[in-house]
C-alpha cells in the first residue's frame, strides 16, 4: 500500500507512535510518505520506501499565526496527486484530522480513506474545546476508522465527540531492544549527579513539561522522599513548566538532588539508571513514558488516572490515588525498602505484551477494512 503517515515532531508519545509506525510499515514493504512540521526529535534514519515531508508553514506579514493546518493539506494535496495514496493516518486529531479532511475534499475521486488514531488531549482538552469541537467531531465522523491506544481514551471520545462504537483499542507498542534492563552505568551516573554513591536512590520523569503533566507535584515527592533516603530526582525532557518546577526545587533547597539533562536522544540510557520513574500527570491516556520506563526494567509510581491502570497493571508499579504527593512519597518507600528487584522483573515482562509487532498487525488489518469498505 501506499500510506501517508501524519504526526507531530516534537518530543511527545504521538510522534513517536506516528513515526515508529512509518518505520515499521517501510520494514513490512508498504511505501510510507511521513508528514510532521519538523525534522523529528528522535531520529528516523533515511531507509527504503520511508519518504519524509517536512511540511512548511511560512509566516506572512498578513497572518498572525501561520496556518500549518492549511499547509499540511496543501502538501497532502500535492503527494496524493503524484503518488495516488491509498490511505492517510493521521496522530492526533487536531489539526491533522481536519487537514486530512480537507486534502480528501480536494483529492475527489483520488481521495484517500483516512484513519485517525486520537491520543489523548486532541480529545480531553483540545478537543473538547468548542474553539475546535465542532470540525474535529466532523472531521472524526468522516473519517474511514477512528483508533486509541486504550478503553479509557475510547470512552472519554464517546463522551466528548459523541461517537458511537466504532472506536478500535490499540494499544501503544515500545522498541523491547532499544528500551531494555540494563546494570546501572556507574559513570554516567556521576556525570549526572557528581559524587552520588553507587546505591543511591534515583527516581526519574520523562515528560514534555505541560501543566497536565503536575511537574512540581514531582519536587514535592522527592522533598518527602529524601526525609528517609538519600534520594535524587532526574528530569528528563522539556516544556513550558521545566522552568517553574526548577524554581521549585529550588525553593525547596533540592538544587543538589535533582537533575534537569532536557530532551536527550540517550534517555533510555538515562531511564536505566534509575530505580523508580515516577509520573504525577493529571490525565495520561496511556502514558507512553511508563511503558518505556517498564521495558527498561523500571517499575513506575504515578496517580491513578486515564488509562495508566491498563498500562501498569497491578504488578509494574503503584498508582495510588490522584493527587497526594504523601501517598505517591509512601509507595516510592516502600517499593526501595524491598520489592523493586521482584517489580522491576515484572514490569518489564509486562512492557512485553506490547511490542511492536502485534500492533502494526492490528493497524495493517484496519487499513484493510477501511480499504474493503471503500469497495
Ligand atoms: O495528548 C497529549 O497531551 C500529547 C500526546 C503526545 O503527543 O505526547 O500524549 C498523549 O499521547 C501519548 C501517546 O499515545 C500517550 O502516551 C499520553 O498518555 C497522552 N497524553 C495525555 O493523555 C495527557
Known amino acids: 500500500m501506499r500510506i501517508g503517515v501524519v504526526g507531530f515532531s516534537a518530543i ?13 510499515l517501510a520494514e513490512r514493504g508498504h511505501e510510507v510518505h511521513l508528514f510532521v512540521p519538523a525534522p523529528p526529535a528522535r531520529s528516523v534514519e533515511p531507509r527504503a520506501r520511508l519518504s519524509l515531508h517536512v511540511v512548511d508553514a511560512p509566516a506572512h506579514p498578513a497572518l498572525a499565526h501561520p496556518p500549518y493546518a492549511l499547509a499540511l493539506a496543501s502538501r497532502l494535496i500535492e503527494v496524493g496527486r503524484e503518488v495516488d495514496l491509498d490511505l492517510v493516518h493521521v496522530h492526533y486529531a487536531v489539526p491533522h484530522a481536519a487537514s486530512a479532511l480537507l486534502a480528501a475534499h480536494a483529492l475527489a475521486g483520488r481521495a484517500p480513506p483516512i484513519v485517525v488514531t486520537l491520543h489523548g488531549t486532541d480529545v480531553t482538552q483540545v ?11 466532523h472531521a472524526l465522523r468522516a473519517a474511514g476508522a477512528r483508533s486509541v491506544p486504550s478503553a479509557y481514551l475510547a470512552r472519554r471520545a464517546r463522551e466528548v465527540f ?9 494499544p501503544n507498542f515500545v522498541d523491547l531492544e532499544r528500551f531494555r534492563p540494563a546494570p546501572r552505568d556507574l559513570s554516567l551516573l556521576q556525570d549526572l549527579f557528581p559524587g552520588i554513591e553507587a546505591d543511591a536512590p534515583v527516581l526519574a520523569h520523562v515528560s514534555n513539561f505541560r501543566p497536565v503533566k503536575r511537574p512540581t507535584d514531582l519536587v514535592e515527592v522527592l522533598a518527602r522522599v529524601r526525609r528517609q533516603l538519600p534520594a535524587r530526582m532526574l528530569f528528563v525532557g ?8 526548577e524554581a521549585h526545587a529550588r525553593a525547596l533547597g533540592l538544587e543538589g538532588a535533582v537533575r534537569f539533562v532536557g530532551e536527550r536522544a540517550d534517555h533510555a540510557a538515562l531511564l536505566r539508571q534509575a530505580d523508580l520513574f515516577v509520573l504525577t500527570s493529571e490525565d495520561e491516556s496511556f502514558g507512553l513514558a511508563a511503558l518505556e520506563a517498564m521495558a527498561c526494567g523500571v517499575p513506575v509510581v504515578a496517580y491513578r488516572v486515564g488509562g495508566l491502570e491498563e498500562v501498569v497493571g497491578e504488578d509494574a508499579g503503584v498508582l495510588v490515588d ?22 522491576a522483573s515484572a ?3 509486562r512492557a512485553e505484551h506490547y511490542r511492536r509487532a502485534p500492533a502494526i498487525d492490528r493497524y495493517e488489518a484496519l487499513y484493510a477494512r477501511v480499504m474493503g469498505g471503500r469497495g
Do not use: C, K, N
Request: charged share 25%; net charge negative; hydrophobic share 50%.
Open 12 to 24: 511527545g508519545g504521538s510522534g513517536v507512535i506516528a513515526q515508529e509506525l512509518a518505520v515499521g
Open 127 to 137: 478537543g473538547a474545546d468548542p474553539a475546535y469541537h465542532a470540525v474535529i467531531a
Open 162 to 170: 459523541g461517537l458511537d462504537d466504532a472506536i478500535d483499542v490499540i
Open 238 to 245: 522539556d516544556g513550558p513548566e521545566r522552568v517553574a518546577t
Open 322 to 343: 490522584p493527587f497526594d504527593p504523601d501517598a505517591l512519597a509512601e509507595a516510592a518507600l516502600r517499593i526501595l525498602a524491598g520489592e523493586r528487584a521482584s517489580m
Open 347 to 349: 514490569a518489564r515482562a
